[in-house]
């Protein structure tokens, strides 16, 4: 009987190291190339001065649009940034262009509108041999708030974050990839968020419109591979800018540059990417809480955090008024 006993453990013990070696070897190693080795060690293969004569960044004058912008020129491509304000537009484009002697044009656009400024983008861009599209234009919550308050104060906000998170997403790779498959090369780099891949109540709209963003660039992905087109979706944590509301950088919310020169150290390794270790480490330790606790405590514990950041914001607009 004893004997028996010592079998089923010896057998229970095997199958548990078996488990947990299958589990390493399938997801601990591919996250370890992923975010480690491929980015740090060996780093991108991907020469995008060879996609194409010319880049477009959406949402450029600023954050992380400007960081990408700028890394571009760095590299050589020629630039069409676009924003919704053509003063920012012609400062930003002088700041480039002067300083990595690249040819920068400007289309000024609100996103937020309907299908006519599209018909600009195409008009405005009709010629251009574009390699390389980063879909960074995205617009938040001014602070996490519940779906029915936030629609109450303010109902055209819905229909506006759908418009600038997805419908540049969809209409921009629309209006550019059938120039890349002609080439049969081009990169288009979609800015999500770790809020898509996380539970992030009270930004429930925003956050959504970033799972669109990881979905729609995997299964664009999986369509387009063959035909030599590269398509990643960026997922950020916190990163320094106008939209964060963080003024000083750190290792948690760097600068847009820091964040902007790792995340292009993974294009070619990771299709759907963290972009930054801190922020890839952010969502393993997320995803271990949902794993081990169960995801209901995760989304509790993500729950009292937002709300406590509501509460605070809530306290620094009643002190404005
Ligand atoms: N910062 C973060 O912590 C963070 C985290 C995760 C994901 N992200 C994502 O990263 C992307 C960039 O964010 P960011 O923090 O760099 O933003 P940001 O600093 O607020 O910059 C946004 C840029 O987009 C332009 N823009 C804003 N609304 C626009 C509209 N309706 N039409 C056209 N252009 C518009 C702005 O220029 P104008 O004002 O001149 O138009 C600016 O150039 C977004 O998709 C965001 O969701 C950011």
Known sequence: ?????????????????????????????????????????????VDLAKMGEWAVVTGSTDGIGKAYA????????????????????????????DKYGVEVRVIDVDFTGGAEIY??????????????????????????EYFL?????????????????????????????????SQRRGVIINLSSTAGVIPNPLLSVYSSTKAFVNKFSDDLQTEYKEHGILIQSVQPGFVATNMSKIRKASVFAPSPETYVRSALSTLGIATQTAGYLPHALLQLVIHFTEAVFGEQFARNVVLKNILGTRKRALRRLAKEQ
């Not at 004997?3 to 095997?14: A, I």
Request: glycine fraction near 10%; aromatic fraction near 6%; charge should be positive.
């Open 70 to 97: 700028k890394e571009l020129a760095r590299r050589g491509l020629k630039l069409v940034l676009i924003s919704r304000s053509l003063e920012k537009l012609n400062v930003v484009a002088k700041e480039i262009g």
């Open 149 to 181: 308050d936030c629609y109450k104060a303010d109902p055209k906000f819905l229909r506006n974050i759908v418009a600038a998170n997805i419908h540049s997403v969809t209409h921009m790779t629309a209006l550019f990839l059938p120039g890349m498959i």
């Open 119 to 144: 018909d600009k983008i195409r008009e405005k861009t009709t010629g251009l041999n574009v390699g390389v599209l980063v879909n960074n234009v995205g617009i938040s919550y001014s602070h996490p």
């Open 1 to 45: 009987m004893e004997e028996n006993n010592s079998q089923v453990l010896s057998l229970l013990g095997g199958l548990a190291i078996g488990i947990v070696g299958f589990q390493v070897f399938r997801k601990v190693l591919p996250w370890i190339y992923a975010n480690v080795v491929g980015p740090k060690v060996f780093g991108s293969s």
